[in-house]
T-cell receptor, first 111, second 112 residues
Framework: NAGVTQTPKFQVLKTGQSMTLQCAQD?????MSWYRQDPGMGLRLIHY???????DQGEVPNGYNVSRSTTEDFPLRLLSAAPSQTSVYFC??????????FGPGTRLTVL | DQQVKQNSPSLSVQEGRISILNCDYT??????FLWYKKYPAEGPTFLIS?????DKNEDGRFTVFLNKSAKHLSLHIVPSQPGDSAVYFC???????????FGAGTRLTVKP
């Protein structure tokens, strides 16, 4: 099992550009989430999904879109990148909605 | 509005001694509490959890205590080892819900 994989590992964007952060899991988990980690803030929930076709907003959803067309994949889209979205992004999955398995993270810089 | 708070950004202990990491929460709907450990450049990894029907859960050197009336939980590591040096995050969620909230983390350093 690869677990939770995220691509890319690093990304630099210019303000206004759009991009998609990819997340995939091979554990057949129903629950998947996206978090961002900023210094002194811990991890903050952006969006989450409790199954294919179902998504919901977390604490900090503005500026991000998600979709869940398959159980395995949960991409995070930045519509128009802003410097405030510079962060480390983590994707996670779980079978029961609680004990989550995290990916290695994507470090995003927006100039 | 931070619903899960870890008020100590860092903690340093001697190898072999006890490490106690603290966490407070404000949302009375939280029903499930977890601790995650994070090394640099890696994703967090699950360490131990406790549900609100218990006040203690033990797993080897790690014990989590929950005081619901005080809305407080703590993680005890005994004995502490240098490999335990990492950032520890407290997290909480309502039961059967993926809307999990994390604290800001405590950086633990265990000195040989």
């Amino acid at each position: 099992n690869a677990g939770v994989t995220q691509t890319p590992k690093f990304q630099v964007l210019k303000t206004g550009q759009s991009m998609t952060l990819q997340c995939a899991q091979d554990m057949n988990h129903e629950y998947m989430s996206w978090y961002r980690q900023d210094p002194g803030m811990g991890l903050r929930l952006i969006h989450y999904s409790v199954g294919a076709g179902i998504t919901d907003q977390g604490e900090v959803p503005n500026g991000y879109n998600v979709s869940r067309s398959t159980t395995e994949d949960f991409p995070l889209r930045l519509l128009s990148a802003a410097p405030s979205q510079t962060s480390v992004y983590f994707c996670a999955s779980s079978a029961e909605g609680n004990e989550q398995f995290f990916g290695p993270g994507t470090r995003l810089t927006v100039l | 509005d931070q619903q899960v708070k870890q008020n100590s950004p860092s903690l340093s202990v001697q190898e072999g001694r006890i490490s106690i990491l603290n966490c407070d929460y404000t949302n009375s709907m939280f029903d499930y509490f977890l601790w995650y450990k994070k090394y640099p450049a890696e994703g967090p990894t699950f360490l131990i959890s406790i549900s609100s029907i218990k006040d203690k859960n033990e797993d080897g050197r790690f014990t989590v205590f929950l005081n619901k009336s005080a809305k407080h939980l703590s993680l005890h590591i005994v004995p502490s080892q240098p490999g335990d040096s990492a950032v520890y995050f407290c997290a909480a969620s309502p039961a059967n819900n993926n809307d999990m909230r994390f604290g800001a983390g405590t950086r633990l350093t265990v000195k040989p």
